[in-house]
């Protein structure tokens, strides 16, 4: 049988249409082809969940039906540990922050398995929030440097709030009894909510978390600002750690997204795509200035270095100050 150029032709127009609307090959299922679960790590009403359903709002319009669900505890472990171990497909997310960096860290958690690192995909950075350290305004200081003097003076030692063992506060705060020699006791809260008010009661005496939960409170003298980790544009009279002398302290706050290991690379791909566009949409990226946070959207390799270098800078701490998270 003779086959003609015409033959050919035909044959390949044909094997192209069917390859056009052949379904995906075994192993290349299309994503999403469920609702994707964003996992916040603490409870409702802070800046890590504000955000989250900031982001997850507008990824509704491009990855389609996404829902933020809070699992708080354990300074934001449960919820980490929770996407750590599922489904490596894209369909489960964690929206983390800072304190993720410490909670991989070889913060040693007696008598429960935890996450580590190398247990996520780095995948963006969804915004930037400088970490803000607070106190009532009843108490007679104006900054940081003034509260250590004040802790010394103090006859018995003073409180301080954190969102949870192991949290970046909880760090920090030990860190700042280190390196003065000023005594504080822990208390530890679920979440920034439950802190915040605790502090606007003027039940503990020092806390902190990201400045967006806190921020038209000390703009309106609710909250007495100490300083911030990081320099801050909607606080910009505030001063930071350093310029107070202690650079110990300087931290960068971020909240961002992370899959669990072995989630397909065009998967990560996709979500990162759509996280960038979706903080770039001019609402999102208004409401974010708003509330003190720099929008960002990182790539994956930005994102992986920043986590690296920042774990890298806390890991010796921790082992140094030897926290045990019970």
């Given at each position: 049988?003779?086959?003609?150029r015409?033959?050919?032709?035909?044959?390949g127009?044909?094997a192209?249409?069917?390859?056009?609307f052949?379904?995906?090959?075994?192993?290349?299922?299309?994503?999403p082809?469920?609702t994707?679960?964003?996992?916040?790590?603490?409870?409702?009403g802070a800046?890590t969940?504000?955000?989250?359903?900031?982001?997850a709002n507008q990824?509704?319009?491009?990855?389609?039906?996404?829902?933020?669900?809070?699992?708080?505890g354990a300074g934001g472990s449960?919820?980490?540990?929770?996407?750590?171990?599922?489904a490596?497909d894209?369909?489960t997310l964690l929206f983390?922050?800072?304190?993720?960096?410490?909670t991989t860290s070889?913060l040693?958690?007696?008598g429960?398995?935890?996450?580590?690192?190398?247990d996520?995909?780095p995948v963006?950075?969804?915004?930037?929030?400088p970490?803000?350290l607070l106190t009532?305004?009843?108490l007679p200081?104006?900054n940081?440097k003034?509260?250590?003097e004040?802790?010394?003076?103090?006859?018995?030692?003073?409180?301080?709030?954190t969102?949870?063992?192991g949290s970046?506060l909880h760090?920090?705060a030990?860190?700042?009894?280190?390196?003065?020699?000023?005594?504080?006791d822990?208390?530890p809260?679920?979440?920034a909510?439950p802190l915040v008010?605790e502090?606007?009661?003027?039940?503990?005496?020092f806390?902190?978390?990201?400045?967006?939960?806190s921020?038209?409170r000390v703009?309106t003298?609710?909250?007495k600002?100490?300083?911030?980790?990081t320099k801050?544009?909607?606080?910009?009279?505030?001063?930071?750690?350093?310029?107070?002398?202690?650079?110990n302290l300087e931290l960068?706050?971020?909240?961002g997204?992370?899959?669990?290991?072995?989630?397909?690379?065009?998967?990560?791909?996709?979500?990162?795509e759509?996280v960038a566009?979706?903080?770039k949409?001019?609402?999102?990226?208004?409401?974010?200035?708003?509330?003190?946070?720099?929008p960002s959207?990182?790539?994956?390799?930005?994102?992986r270095e920043?986590?690296?270098k920042q774990?890298?800078?806390?890991?010796?701490?921790i082992?140094?100050?030897?926290?045990?998270?019970?």
């Open positions: 049988m003779t086959v003609t015409r033959d050919i032709l035909r044959s127009a044909a192209a249409v069917g390859a056009l052949a379904p995906p090959a075994v192993g290349q299922a299309a994503f082809s469920r994707i679960r964003i996992i916040v790590p603490f409870p409702a800046t969940d504000m955000l989250a359903r900031l982001i990824l509704n319009t491009t990855l389609g039906q996404t829902v933020v669900e809070n699992v708080g449960l919820g980490a540990d929770q996407v750590a171990k599922a490596a894209g369909h983390g922050n800072i304190t993720f960096t410490t070889s040693m958690y007696a429960r398995a935890r996450h580590t690192f190398d996520f995909i963006s950075v969804g915004a930037y929030v970490l803000l009532h305004p009843s200081v104006a940081l003034e509260f250590v004040y802790a010394r003076k103090s006859p018995t030692p003073l409180l301080y709030g969102t949870g063992p970046i760090l920090m030990e860190v700042l009894k280190r390196d003065t020699g000023i005594k504080m822990h208390v809260y679920r979440g909510a008010t502090l606007l009661a003027g039940r503990i005496h806390g902190g978390d990201q400045l967006s939960s921020l038209e703009r003298g609710q909250l600002a100490l300083a911030v980790a801050s544009a909607a606080l910009p009279n505030v001063p930071t750690v350093r310029e107070l002398g202690y650079p960068q706050g971020w909240n997204f992370l899959a669990p290991k072995g989630t397909p690379d065009a998967v990560v791909a996709r979500i990162q759509a566009a979706a903080v949409h001019p609402e999102v990226n208004r409401r974010m200035l708003d509330v003190g946070a720099e959207g990182s790539s994956q390799a930005e994102m920043m986590l690296s774990i890298a800078q806390v890991r010796p701490v082992e140094e100050l030897k926290l045990v998270v019970p």
